[in-house]
Structures are given as C-alpha cells and as structure tokens.
C-alpha cells in the first residue's frame, strides 16, 4: 500500500533552516509528483509546491520562492523539504502529498495520499 | 492574487443537507480548475474526498458528492451524519500552482 512517512518534529531557533523528509513506499516512486503543503496552528492549509521525483524538477508557490528548496533521493525514495531564514510564523505542521496520477492524466491534479505531518516550531 | 473562498463556518442537523462552495474572488470556477475536497479532524492529516470536481475517493461514502453550481465549486454532504464534523478544503489548480480555499468549519447539531 502506498505510504509516505515524514521525519519528526523540529525546533528551531529564528534565523537558522529545518529540513523535513518524506519517504514514499508501496509505488514507483519516480512516476508521482510530490507535493509540500503546510498548516500554521489553528490555521487553513496552504501550499508550498511540488517537485518531479524523475527529474528533480520543482514549482513552488511565488510567497515561498527563496525561502524553500525541495530535492529528492531517488536512491530512497525521499523527497526533501528545507525551509530557510526560519521565522516565528513558520511554526506549522508540514505535510507531504503525492499527486493522483501522471501529468497526462486529470488524477495529476489531487492530492491523494498524505504524509502523517512533521510539526516545525520555531522559537528562541 | 486570486483568493479561493469557502464559507467560514456552516452548520446542519444530522440526517439533513448541506452544500459548501468554492469560489474565485474574481472569475468562476469551473472543471478546467480540476477542484477537489478534503476533510480535516482535528491532529490528523486531510482526507481526499473528492477529485476532477465529482469523483469520490475510494471509501468515501456516497453522501458526498461533487458538482459545479453557478460559478462555483460545491460539495455537497446529504443525509449529515455526527462524524462529517470536520473541517472541510477545496483546491483549485491556478495554471502555476494550487491553491486552497481558507476551509469551511461544518457543525453536524
């Protein structure tokens, strides 16, 4: 079954970066994009961007270009999420979500699994 | 930017219907946007409910389903059973990226 474990909870202090793993397993893990999506507490859900894990290629959301990097090791089926310049109002809880299909097909366009969520405090 | 919007808070009577949107602040939603639904309890990851505007994720009970109504995004709950409780989410496909809805709080009482 397809599983996407994330790496567990940080603190960090203002100023310094955090990076979150999600390892995939059950499926071809460089047939799905992945996506990176993050909850502040009490918050709505907000997303960040994704990344091919065939190519490495990524998108991320305009308000997230130059503060998030995300990579992946197709050797272990991880996609990595690294958050720089980490502030106050980046506490939240990062998920990671694979898509439902390929580019081609309209299933490209969900998020069908999820991630159990990596919860990032940032406090000094 | 365009901002998705959801109703902020609705509330129905267990076995009643219930209809939440989502919309565009300028422009209409249509399928070319491929909106999609998730529910959300508290502490827990999303659940995918529906995808493609209307095709239910597999588990997902019959009671939901998905529709395009005027120019919005809808999901509709018939027959409200105390566990659709939840906080529920739309996401539009934008052409660049997603983007969700700021998420609907629905009360089954």
């Known amino acids: 079954q397809v599983q996407l474990v994330q790496s567990g909870a940080e603190v960090k202090k203002p100023g310094a970066s955090v990076k979150v793993s999600c390892k995939a397993s059950?499926?071809?893990?460089?047939?799905?994009?992945i996506h990176w999506v993050r909850q502040a507490p009490g918050q709505g859900l907000e997303w960040m961007g994704i990344?091919?894990?065939?190519?490495?290629?990524?998108n991320y959301a305009q308000r997230f270009q130059g503060k998030v990097t995300m990579t992946r090791d197709t050797s272990t089926s991880t996609v990595y999420m690294e958050l720089s310049s980490l502030r106050s109002e980046d506490t939240a809880v990062y998920y990671c979500a694979r898509v439902g299909g390929f580019t081609i097909s309209t299933k490209f366009y969900y998020f069908d699994y999820w991630g159990q969520g990596t919860l990032v405090t940032v406090s000094s | 930017q365009t901002v998705v919007t959801q109703e902020t808070s609705f509330s129905v009577s267990p076995g009643g219907t219930v209809t939440l949107t989502c919309g565009l602040s300028?422009?209409?939603?249509?399928?070319?946007?491929?909106p999609s639904w998730y529910q959300q309890t508290p502490g827990q990851a999303p659940r995918t409910l529906i995808d493609?505007?209307?095709t239910r994720s597999s588990g997902v009970p019959d009671r939901f389903s998905g529709s395009i109504l005027g120019n919005k995004a809808a999901l509709t709950i018939t027959g409200a059973q105390a566990d659709d409780e939840s906080d529920y989410y739309c996401v539009l496909y934008m052409g660049s990226g997603w983007v969700f809805g700021g998420g609907t709080k629905l009360t089954v009482l």
């Open positions: 990344i091919n894990p065939s190519g490495g290629s990524t």
């Open positions: 300028s422009g209409s939603v249509s399928t070319s946007y491929y």
């Open positions: 493609s505007t209307n």
């Open positions: 059950g499926y071809t893990f460089t047939n799905y994009y």
